[in-house]
Nanobody, 124 residues
Framework: QVQLVESGGGLVQAGDSLRLSCAAS????????MGWFRQAPGKEREFVAG????????LYANFVEGRFTISRDNAENTVLLQMGSLKPEDTAVYYC?????????????????WGQGTQVTVSL
């Protein structure tokens, strides 16, 4: 069992940066691949970024366009999403997720555990 708690969301202006954090608890949390997803009102949840258990491999959605960076610190059981050059269309609830499956990591159904989400709002 893995518990995930996100933090770091907030209200920012277009062009600003924001860092989201996901604290994972559980004996084997560091063995899980992790992902960030987001869901805007009226839209389906979509993949943002993913990282393997060792932190040696990352994956990003096309819309990220080099603006976001996912990383993890297994000693601290933390996964970060550093977001830059934020746009109003990045406004959504951002969720952290964990999986011990082999993928496909872009699909929400591949993930077994989810956090409660943190709101990110980007204004013009």
């Amino acid at each position: 069992q893995v518990q995930l708690v996100e933090s770091g969301g907030g209200l920012v202006q277009a062009g600003d940066s924001l860092r989201l954090s996901c604290a994972a608890s559980g004996r084997t949390a560091s063995a899980y691949a992790m992902g960030w997803f987001r869901q805007a009102p009226g839209k389906e949840r979509e993949f943002v970024a993913g990282i393997n258990s060792r932190g040696s491999g990352t994956l990003y959605a096309n819309f990220v366009e080099g603006r976001f960076t996912i990383s993890r610190d297994n000693a601290e059981n933390t996964v970060l999403l550093q977001m830059g050059s934020l746009k109003p269309e990045d406004t959504a609830v951002y969720y952290c997720a964990a999986t011990n499956k082999v993928g496909p990591f872009r699909l929400a159904r591949s993930y077994d555990y989810w956090g409660q989400g943190t709101q990110v709002t980007v204004s013009l």
